[in-house]
């Protein structure tokens, strides 16, 4: 039996079977242990994938030949030579074999003994092969890894994905009919992968450093979403203690379900409008049957992913459309194509940055690709004849984004209206406020939209210089620090100043504790992932409005992040000691 700890990102227990997943991303891959009777058939894939990369490239070579001459595409030999070469293939059968390793392991260790052989020679034609070699080992890699996700894709039984790192565009196609918990060796608390598990409703840890190498499939493995503790080969007594736990968890969780017809309202009677998070338009069940008044976010960037050509404004006008119905009448607000960061669309060729998340993405993206973000916004336009939709810009940092994004809105209405297709004339218009310079000049920009939704993940990551995708600096991701307080409280003040409402999308806000803050800084609708929302609701309706308030001018005086996180919980347990104690 061995234990790790992690940074658990969705809550609930699994147990089950371990399934080892490779991304295929980079050449430092993490060992994966195979068992001696699997020798033979690691060796039978690494061969397998030789011949089928060695087709993938005759037949780039020959449509290349065929396009641009034979000369140009006579690049392709080097690579078919590196693929020939008996050293190479030789040596990586050699690493399986005496290292018991995993076929992708294998060969990622050869190909890095090759750079490093190549680099230190004295001749320049010689050093640019690795270019060669490193394009011919993705395309290898990619294969290998690839049928390990297609092994995935024909699974029967269910399992326990244990993997280096999960991109958002390959969380977005897990099975949770198969899939039942993840485990990643990276990633933090608002990363997108592990905002996509909460979406999912399974257990989901990020962050155990190694935990690959440690792992093979079929192993026996508990996940503990909530307190990030994976346990390898558990003893009895052991198994006994978490499935427990996991029954506790499923009651706790279908108590507070009851919840669900009653409002989020304060002892006192403030109302608050509790909304849900969403990434796909099928999520719309799953935010009823959690109790949501309405849709907070929808990321709808995952429309854009896994797929060979961009989502036509049809297509998105009747998913937008199922979403808006689906809520039935209500409020249902759209988020515009937020990509960049950590989540890409293979068919957008964002270049790659050297710092992705200040960088071309978001609202910037969509207003250099006016034709992406006007055929987005037309079908926005088009499915508000069918429901209460709003439009909200992601990134904004400033009025000049919010400006030229009501231009092209102006002229996608213009042209609707020509072309005679229904939509809301008035829809309402909000600006995500999640880069600090927005939340500082919330005066300014209340004045130019019709509401606000505060994003802390992004807020957070900007104002305390946090990646939020490294589980190295996690623990320094504080929600509760001073800095963050009080640029909420301000935009919520910038914004009530000039009449429009604020909410607030990101993850800090389905931590009871901090809603409790939110509550009393005056928030008007919080959105969260549709699991979380019935534990919210609670909490709001544990406490009165003039005690948040109280409790919200407290936090905003005390000096670190721990001690208003504690003053918070605090607060939490004396008016609701389960919510405090989960
Ligand atoms: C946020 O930044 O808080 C947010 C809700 O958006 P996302 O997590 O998609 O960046
Ligand atoms: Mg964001």
Redesign the pocket.
Known sequence: MKEFQGIGVSPGIAIGKVFVLHSGESFNLPKRAVGPEQISNEIARFEDALTRTRTEILNIRRKLSDQIGRESSDIFMAHLLILEDRTLIEDVIEVIKSEKAGAEYAFATVIQRYFKAFSKINDEYLKERISDIRDVGKRLLGNLCGEEKKRLEDLQGKVIIVSHDLSPSDTALLDKNKVIAFVTEIGGP?S?TA?LGRSMEIPAIVGIEKIVGEVQDNDSVIVDGTHGVVVLSPDSATYDKFSRQGNEFLQLTSELDKLRELPAETLDGKRITLAA?IEFHHEVSSALSHGADGVG?Y?T?YFYMNRTTLPTEQEQYEAYRKVAEGMRSRSVII?TL?LG?D?FASTLEIPHEMNPYLGWR?IRFCLTRKDIFKTQLRAILRASAHGDLKIMY??VASVYEVRAAREILKEAKVELEREGLAFHKDIHVGA?I?IPSAALASDVLAKEVDFF?????????YTLAID?MNEKIAYLYEPTHPAIVRLIDLTIRNGHGHNIWVG?????SSDPAIAILLVGLGIDEI?ASPVTLPKIKKAIRSIRYSDAKEIAQRALALHTGKEIYAFLKGKLRDVCVELADE
Request: proline share 3%.
């Open positions: 608002t997108h905002i998070n976010l990321r960037e988020r937020d960061g989540k978001a992601p990134m995500m999640e939704s505060l994003g802390t993940n992004d807020l957070i990551q939020r607030s999308c990101g993850e800090m959105s």
